[in-house]
């Protein structure tokens, strides 16, 4: 590929050719590399993750994703939603969280169903992010009933 370099080439083949050098996934990306627009994806059907040229398999917050950054997100997010007795519990971000729980279980079931071509240990990430959304489901189901039924009890109270 150096040599590739040296020789003159016509600007569509230079680009393709430094399009190459930025989709090897042996290069390591430098400062200078992240700040570059080669690695945003041009494909439609890309991932909308910074700095990833990889497909976009999966949709996360209106947000085409690859199977790392969506996993990577899901995690995250699971991990905000799942923090005990959050500060700002109003009904935004009440449903804001509901809604992105939702999406996790239901995108998640689509991946695992309609990618055989995801490996075994993403496929085991992406049954962590099931199961780990389901849970807060459940939780966040029972917590709103018991909200709900401590409200009412109250209510007759006074």
């Known amino acids: 590929m150096i040599a590739a370099k040296k020789k003159i080439v016509s600007g569509e083949q230079l ?8 989709l090897s996934e042996d290069k390591p990306r ?3 590399d992240s700040k570059s627009t080669v690695y945003a994806s041009a494909e439609p059907n890309g991932c909308g993750a910074d700095n990833c040229a990889k497909r976009g ?5 209106l947000q085409r994703l690859c199977i790392h950054h969506f996993i990577v997100r899901c995690f995250e997010g699971l991990r905000v939603c799942g923090v005990p007795g959050r500060l700002d519990r109003t009904e935004a971000t009440s449903e804001s969280t509901d809604t ?3 999406e996790c279980i239901l995108e998640t079931v689509k991946l695992l169903q309609n990618c055989p071509e995801i490996d075994h240990v993403r496929r085991g990430h992406l049954v962590d992010v099931f199961l780990w959304a389901s849970e807060l489901a ?6 709103a009933a018991y909200d709900l039924a401590a409200s ?3 209510d007759s109270l006074s």
Request: with cysteine; proline share 0%.
């Open 15 to 22: 680009h393709l050719s430094i399009r190459a050098d930025a």
């Open 30 to 32: 430098t400062d200078r």
């Open 57 to 61: 398999v999966g949709v996360l917050a």
């Open 100 to 102: 992105f729980v939702r």
């Open 138 to 143: 459940v939780k966040r189901c029972a917590d």
């Open 152 to 154: 009412l009890g109250q």
